[in-house]
């Protein structure tokens, strides 16, 4: 099996940010944004190198680029839970609209910026793994050209639940690769994968991916906070389900008590039935006294 995992941040920046895998990028960004907003080709404004990468721990790890047209691309992997992850990535993108300022000083020169936020975890409530989010005409729903000046698209990696054989457009098959690539082997691909050229691409040079000894270390790390993270998830998902699941038991205890109360049980019969204190019985009888 390939020896890293896309999700840990080092290696995505190292695969994706890397001037030689600018072309990997470009099919990423391609296969989120709309048939006719297409890039040709594109240069990466914050290249990946060790030393960038370590002084920018702790802050924003994106992939800045710039599209031949001279659209502005943010891209950033998010795998710690965040509440205000959305006021945070309109912040950046805003702030890399306005900073176009201080090298034209012309409002004329100002190009759109697109956010593309990849999440490891659920951010939204419904259960659609991938949004684009965009100004609109609140009555009509229109978009304008003059005004088409920022999105942002969510893809929530953990949502995507096809399987290979349910795999159908470009998006699917990146979103696998960061999901799955450590688990295959680069003479192995799935066809379903393979099929792409540049996923195939990925998936080799992920293979190859040489780590330092420095890069090793935050990759442990990484992967560790990680796992970490994913355990913390999880272990508030099942309190949160066995909690649910012990107020419904109670309430539905109540409801039998209520009913036995009503028909002139008593207090320890009913006890006995639901399982309910004397306390929890009196109460009861306190708030829906029998008539």
């Known amino acids: ?32 944004l709309p048939e006719k907003e297409q890039i040709a080709s594109l240069e990466i404004k914050n290249p990946y190198n060790l030393a960038s990468y ?42 890399m609209y306005v900073d176009q300022l201080e090298v034209s000083g012309l409002y004329s020169s100002l190009k759109k910026v697109i956010g593309v936020a990849l999440l490891d975890f659920d951010y939204f ?22 005004i088409n000046l920022s999105d942002i698209y969510f893809i929530e990696l953990r949502k995507f639940k096809k399987e290979l054989k349910d795999i159908s457009t ?66 508030a998902e099942t309190k949160g389900r066995e909690k649910g699941r012990e107020e419904g038991e109670k309430l539905k205890a109540i409801e039998i008590a209520t009913n036995l109360i009503a028909a002139g049980m008593t207090s320890e019969q009913i006890a006995l039935i639901t399982g309910l204190v004397p306390s929890e019985l009196e109460k009861i009888v306190a708030e829906k006294p029998v008539k």
Request: aromatic fraction near 10%; charged fraction near 35%.
């Open 54 to 95: 370590v002084r920018s721990k702790g802050n924003i790890l994106d992939i800045k680029a710039q599209a031949a047209d001279g659209r502005l691309f943010d891209v950033e992997l998010q795998v710690g839970e965040q509440t205000f992850f959305g006021k945070r990535i309109k912040y950046y993108i805003d702030k």
């Open 1 to 32: 099996m390939i020896r890293v995992n896309p999700k840990i941040d080092i290696v995505f920046r190292k695969l994706f940010g890397s001037e030689e895998n600018k072309d990997i990028l470009r099919a990423f960004i391609n296969s989120i």
């Open 125 to 146: 409530s419904d259960t659609r793994h991938v949004r684009g989010i965009t100004y609109k005409d609140i009555d009509t729903n229109e978009t304008y050209d003059l």
């Open 170 to 235: 470009a998006l699917d098959r990146w979103i696998t690769f960061l999901n799955k690539a450590h688990e295959y082997d680069k003479d192995k691909i799935p066809p379903e994968l393979s099929v792409d050229e540049n996923v195939g691409n990925a998936i080799k040079k992920l293979d190859v991916m040489y780590l330092s000894k420095d890069e090793r270390e935050i990759y442990e790390a990484e992967q560790k906070k990680r796992l970490d993270s994913l355990e913390e998830i999880m272990t």
